[in-house]
Structures are given as structure tokens and as C-alpha cells.
């Protein structure tokens, strides 16, 4: 039997160079987790680059939030010394990065843990990762398309590649390179058997991945596309604050950043500085918008055996969120057009519109709450949206609030707050943002 107070621990990792294959172990009691992921063929060297034994490390260290919350033993061991900064990364992931699954299971606030671990200095600097340009993770939504516009030159990559990866890849022109990542179906045998489950750091493990990527095709800088709204809590428990989107904040950024830079590649959000607003005032303005999707619940769908065509279900918050982003830019013919259907129009979606600016958000990817008062409030006073039944019913509540917070529509468009994009992107962004489009009246 399983001794409950048995530590997670990650143990081994390897990557066969000839084939693409590595393979990320772990342990939790009796139980051995073997995860693997299939590298594109023309990743692979002859020689093993610098800084791959750290890349390695990276994914194995924050790849294991999958398999620690199936007891959540609150100790890890890890076989491998790691540095200052991959350390700092792994607290993270297992602490903040794991705080909506703690919420979940009503598991202690903040989630804590004890490690042991050989920790040693930085690593000598490895020397930049190459001359393959940049390397654009993409997810298929807004915020990836706009950065296949800023850096129409950088390489899409995508971990199990969907539709919507590979459309909005197509349509913007860039080549996309995937990745196969395979759990260990005892994960989900486990899970069936009363594991605990619940949300993992995602963008963290597809941080590591895409960083071990660069390493092996020689691409840097990393840029993902995380706005500044990933930076406000979901909700508090007991005064600690709960994060859906930590993994995309500002601070973990900051933290994987330390750690990329010892393995030879930058890393940073090239919309840190940016609202929701904003960014979709810049992808409304451009043909990419009809071929983004952020729909999560058609990603569900599609790897459940589902619908094969990838579509907004127009019902989840993540769908709901983007409408009404869009809509503050759109006129109701366009944004019927894009998304295939008009929520603000059915009365029955009242509450999860009002969800979007209440004191506990909805655990999925949506912008601040005064960012969604002030979207929903402009739209009660325009011509084109003012009379769809959602606006006429909400939109005194949100002009309330909204006017509590001092927000408006044109407060978030301005860049604003910290961030570590290189000039040479920025000014391209710039560009981009000053061809936008004004929101609708």
C-alpha cells in the first residue's frame, strides 16, 4: 500500500537525440509516472547543444505538478541538483502556480511545500541560443495572433497541436512546429480512483517545453503573449490571493526569465503591458481576427472525441470574455460573423456575463473585472449594442461599477506597467497599436 506520507519525487529524465523522444520521471509512493514528449525531427542535432542538461531539468521540474496533485504530499525530493533559479521557478509552480487546485480541494492557503534538494550557483552563462529567430508558442487565440503580427517572422510552436493552432498559424503565415506531449496513463487511472484533480500551471509547462525547443533548434527569444490582466487574482481565500492565470503573471515571468537566461535564451511577454482592450482593439483591426479561436470548452470537445470542427461554443466564460471584447470594437454584423453567434443577444447568458466583474471571477482566462464593467458599460451607450438584451440588463450594473473604479473603455487602451520586451519588438508593437481600431458607438 501506498504510505500517504511518502514525498513526490522527481527522479530521472532523458532525451535520445536520434529520435526526438524524451522521457520525465517521477515517483509518488508506489507509483512511477513516466510523461514523454516527441520532438520534431528537425530539431535534432548530432551533438547535444549547451545549456541542454538545464533545459531538461526546467521541464522536469515543472511537468511534475501533474503528478504531485494527485496526493498534494506537500514534500518533494528531486534527484537532480538544480540552480538558484530553477529552484525559484519549481516553488512557484508548486505553491502559486498550484493555488486554484488547493482552492479546489479545499486544500490549505497558500499551498506549501518542503523540498529537498541540492541547490548550487548559477551555471557558467551559456551563449545565446542561436540564429533561428524567435520562437512564438501559440495557443490559437487573440494574444499569440497578435505576436505572429508583431514578429511576422518568428517560428509558431504548439504543444499537441489543434485546428485552431494550425489555422491561425496558416492564416497569419508563419511556419508552426509541434510537440507531442504524452501523460502517463496511470495519471489518469489514479485520478479515476479518487486522485485529487485540478488545474496545473499550464503556460508554465509550456514555458519549459518551448525553452527546451529553443535549445535544440537554436531559436531565441522565446516571446509568449501574457497581458498585464493575468497579474489580478481570481479570488481570495482567507486573505490569499488565488490565481488562475499565475503562470501567465508578470512575477513568473520574471522568475522563468532568470532561469532561460542560464540555458542561452530570452524570455518575456510581449504584451505585458497591455489590456485585453487593448490587444483586441489591435486584432480587430486585421483579417487575422476571423481565424483566432479561445474557446476552451471546443478544445475539450476536440481531444474527447468530440465535434472534429473547432468552433466558439459562445457559452463558457472564456467565450463569453472574448465577445464582449470584441464587441466594444465590432460592429453586432461583424461580430456575429466572426464568432458565429451573438450571446449578448440571449437573455438566458445574464449571469455569466455579470460573473466577469464579480468579487470571486470564473477560474479560466478572462481579463479584470473593471476591464469587463467598462466593455459591457460602453456598449449600454452605443447605438449598435445598446438595445441586445444582455446590455439592457446589465449595463446600469456595470456602469455602477465601472464608475466606482474609475474605468473606461479608453483608460485601458494606453500601455501601461512593467515589462521586459527588447526595443526592437516594442516599436513594431507600437506601430501595430496605433493602427487599431477605435471601439464603437
Known amino acids: 500500500m501506498t504510505d500517504p506520507t511518502a514525498p513526490f519525487e522527481i527522479t530521472d529524465r532523458s532525451l535520445d537525440v536520434r529520435t526526438g523522444e524524451a522521457a520525465f520521471t517521477y515517483r509518488l509512493g508506489d507509483d512511477e509516472f513516466t510523461e514523454r514528449l516527441t520532438l520534431d525531427p528537425a530539431l535534432l542535432r548530432d551533438t547535444a547543444p549547451e545549456g541542454l542538461d538545464a533545459a531538461l531539468d526546467l521541464v522536469h521540474l515543472v511537468m511534475g505538478t501533474s503528478y504531485y496533485k494527485l496526493r498534494a504530499p506537500g514534500r518533494i525530493t528531486v534527484r ?47 551563449p545565446a541560443a542561436g540564429g533561428r529567430g524567435a520562437l512564438l508558442p501559440v495557443g490559437g487565440g487573440k494574444d499569440s495572433a497578435l505576436a505572429m503580427v508583431v514578429i511576422p517572422d518568428g517560428t509558431a510552436l504548439a504543444v499537441n497541436p489543434t485546428d485552431a493552432q494550425r489555422d491561425v498559424a496558416r492564416a497569419a503565415g508563419a511556419p508552426l512546429l509541434g510537440v507531442r506531449r504524452r501523460l502517463d496513463p496511470l495519471l489518469i487511472q489514479r485520478t479515476q480512483e479518487g486522485g485529487l484533480n485540478g488545474h496545473v500551471p499550464v503556460t508554465a509547462i509550456n514555458s519549459a517545453i518551448s525553452t527546451l525547443v529553443a535549445v535544440l533548434g537554436g531559436y531565441d527569444p522565446v516571446v509568449f503573449a501574457n497581458e498585464r490582466s493575468a497579474d489580478e487574482e481570481t479570488m481570495s481565500v482567507g486573505g490569499v490571493p488565488v490565481n488562475h492565470q499565475y503562470s501567465k503573471s ?107 466583474w464579480a468579487t470571486d471571477k470564473p477560474f479560466d482566462c478572462v481579463g479584470e473585472r473593471a476591464e469587463s464593467a ?27 461599477f465601472a464608475a466606482a473604479t474609475g474605468s473606461t473603455v479608453e483608460g485601458f487602451l494606453p500601455p501601461r506597467g512593467g515589462h521586459a520586451v527588447p526595443e526592437r519588438y516594442l516599436a513594431v508593437l507600437q506601430q501595430v497599436l496605433a493602427d487599431a481600431r477605435p471601439p464603437v458607438d
Not at 488547493?102 to 490549505?108: K, Y
Not at 537566461?261 to 504584451?271: D, I, R, W
Not at 481565424?291 to 472534429?308: D, F, K, P, V
Not at 460602453?378 to 446589465?394: D, I, M, N
Open 374 to 400: 467598462a466593455a459591457l458599460a460602453h456598449l449600454a451607450g452605443t447605438r449598435a449594442w445598446g438595445g441586445q438584451p444582455v446590455v439592457q440588463e446589465l449595463g446600469e450594473e456595470a456602469a455602477a
Open 80 to 126: 537532480r541538483p538544480v540552480s538558484k533559479a530553477q529552484y525559484a521557478v519549481a516553488e512557484a509552480a508548486y505553491s502559486a502556480g498550484l493555488g486554484e487546485f488547493a482552492a479546489v480541494n479545499r486544500l490549505p492557503l497558500p499551498h506549501t511545500v518542503e523540498w529537498d534538494v541540492e541547490v548550487h550557483d548559477a551555471p557558467a552563462p551559456v
Open 250 to 356: 508578470y512575477e513568473f515571468e520574471r522568475l522563468f526569465a532568470a532561469a532561460t537566461a542560464e540555458v542561452g535564451v530570452t524570455y518575456f511577454s510581449l504584451t505585458r503591458q497591455l489590456s485585453e482592450l487593448a490587444t483586441v482593439a489591435a486584432v480587430a483591426a486585421l483579417p487575422l481576427r476571423e481565424h483566432i479561436l479561445s474557446c476552451n470548452r471546443s478544445y475539450t470537445q476536440r481531444h474527447m472525441g468530440g465535434e472534429a470542427t473547432q468552433r466558439w461554443c459562445l457559452h463558457c466564460d472564456k467565450c463569453l470574455f472574448t465577445f464582449l471584447m470584441f464587441a466594444v470594437f465590432l460592429t453586432p454584423a461583424e461580430a456575429q460573423r466572426m464568432f458565429g453567434g451573438n450571446p449578448l443577444a440571449d437573455a438566458s447568458l445574464v449571469e455569466g456575463f455579470r460573473v466577469l
